[in-house]
């Protein structure tokens, strides 16, 4: 599948190497002498977690919003990507006079554990050993993720976060956030998500998974040592989930069955759709920039989380005596997490008489509607952050603006 | 539903229940349309408010505008709160709107302390007087729409109601019912003539052998 000068792709997984051990990013080291219990009962340290501020704490440290990435994100929400070089993967929400805006807000995004991006994950250096950790890397879950954040939002002084803000997998670490710390969450948006990860969607996984560990260049796990990338399985891994991201109808807007750069089908198995092409490109385009063994590791952790079997099987003893402001926002065409799976976030919110919002937005585009420009999202954040704001008695003027 | 707000004015139903609900009381507006009544409340009781609306395009303008508000309905979503979970669950010319108003009526008093319903009267005159004289669906400025439009499913007029509130062991505390220009009928007033000349009505319940 991959034509490009072998040079290049090493090149290519050089720089994205170097931010696995040399992160661009700030980064905070837990040392062995607190490690972090995981939910498999196992201690993990040290630890490191890389994360990107965005904006000025405010004196009694009451304006911190943490932003928890999804699955394939990372820290750089609103600066450019160091080894992309693209923009933030959330730049039209995040930044001065943004729905989330930095001039009055201090933004905190982390690299999850488990991920590539500086943050310890199966790509960083295990420490008993001097090699990548692989797959002897400890199988973490969204509860592991969260306690790593907590280590950060500790380490930066923060008592309380004034809102904890996240997408898709994102939005499951904003539920974990408000289900075991409510104290620490004034507010928590979880977009396009679920208190659960459904069988449809583990299924889903598990084709990326066996995609990457059929590749024979993936060696067991041990790719790296061996200075090796099982591309064309994590390629097919992110062209199989990109189509869950996106909806039958904005597949069918962008591409139909329009041919690529061809006046006929060339009766071959090259890339004669346009569609064909752009999965081929989205898929390349992904291995440059991440480890297939944190595609592993963090799919996992997504298939693991049930938030109600955390509680007795009851999705609403998560949040009791929640004092927490909820904004649950879905979108119409996202099948991935559909507003059926918000609205029982809801129902569980209800039923402990918590303050939640719950908005549906009218979108053809997906799943991946949350990551794009839908003025009805961003009113909506805006409006509430700036409700919640006022509630928690941030001021309201903004610098140069 | 109904004839939408003039901008800038309050609802005299609106006006009434805010000076019915506590300070700082614990309040859910179920169909709260565009949070009228939620804003008028929060800025002049202080209230924790939530409200329960199933326009999506209202839902999203309320949410915009920082109020607690979700998608949903009154038939279908009021099982999920506890007993008591706020001091007024109000229900504002939305009742005659619902599929089972007797069940959301009962999950009213459940949830709150107290229960507001307002409802349009279709024992006004006015109503009375377009059927007998046409033979045909009443059309009003409360009741704009015909009849095979209207999401009003469940008309009812202000003994109607009076008769419900027995039927489900409701305790009427308040009841107030508004003319044509907006103006309280006296309390005096046998309740054949409010139910003759009040356009809408006003209720304020209490589950009975609840204390208040």
Redesign the interface.
Known sequence: MNTADPRELLAATDARMLEVTRPSSECIDIPETEPLRLDCAKLLAPIRIAYKTYGTLNANKSNAVLICHALTMDQYVASEHPVTRKPGWWEAMVGPGKPIDTDRLFVICPNILGGCMGSTGPASINPATGRPWGLDFPVITIGDMVDAQVRLIDRLGIDQLFSVIGGSMGGMQVLEWAARHPKRVFSAIPIATAAWHSSQNIAFHEVGRQAVMADPDWCQGRYLELGKVPRNGLAVARMAAHITYLSEEALHRKFGRSLQDLAAKTFSFNADFQVESYLRHQGSTFVDRFDPNSYLYITRAMDYFDLAAEHGDVLANAFRGSKT?Y??VSFTSDWLYPTRESREI??AL????A????????SDKGHDAFLLEEP?LF??I???L??AA?KHGLAHTRRGH | MLAPNKPGRHRVDHLLIAEMVKAGSRVLDVGCGDGALLQLLADTKSVDGRGIEVSRERVNACVARGLSVIQGDADRDLADYPDAAFDYAILSLTIQATRHPKTVLEHLLRIGGRAIVSFPNFGHWQVRGQLLLTGRMPVTENLPEAWYVSPNAHLCTIKDFADLCRLTGAKVERAVAFNLKGQKLGTWLPLTVHNFLGEKAVFMLTRAGARP
């Open positions: 402001r904004c649950v809801v129902q209800n039923a402990v008489a303050n939640v919002s719950f908005v549906e937005i009218e009805e009113a909506t805006r409006g509430f700036n409700a006022t």
